[in-house]
Nanobody
């Protein structure tokens, strides 16, 4: 069982930056791909970014490419989402998630599929004002 706790959300202005953190405990973190998803009010949860278990590959939704960077520190059991050039449409609750498989190779399609993730954090609110 992996427990995930996100932090770092807040209220910022358009163009600002934020770094989200997701601390893992209680299970195998270093062997799992990790993802960030978000959900805005009245909308479906959507994929934001993912990183393979060893950090060797990263994947991004088109709407964040060039603005967001996902990274991980397996020594600290933590995954990060560095967000820059934030826009009001980035306002959402951001969730980190741990993949259901350990030391698995993920396809691009798998990375964005929420069903591939077994463990979820409680979310952190990001609000971007215009």
């Amino acid at each position: 069982q992996v427990q995930l706790v996100e932090s770092g959300g807040g209220l910022v202005q358009a163009g600002d930056s934020l770094r989200l953190s997701c601390a893992a405990s209680g299970g195998t973190f270093s062997g799992r791909a990790m993802g960030w998803f978000r959900q805005a009010p009245g909308k479906e949860r959507e994929f934001v970014a993912a990183i393979t278990w060893n950090g060797g590959s990263t994947y991004y939704a088109d709407f964040v490419k060039g603005r967001f960077t996902i990274s991980r520190d397996n020594g600290k059991n933590t995954v990060y989402l560095q967000m820059s050039s934030l826009k009001p449409e980035d306002t959402a609750v951001y969730y980190c998630a741990a993949n259901r498989r350990v030391y698995a190779t993920m396809s691009v399609a798998d990375c964005g599929d929420s069903k591939e993730y077994r463990y979820w954090g409680q979310g952190t609110q990001v609000t971007v004002s215009s």
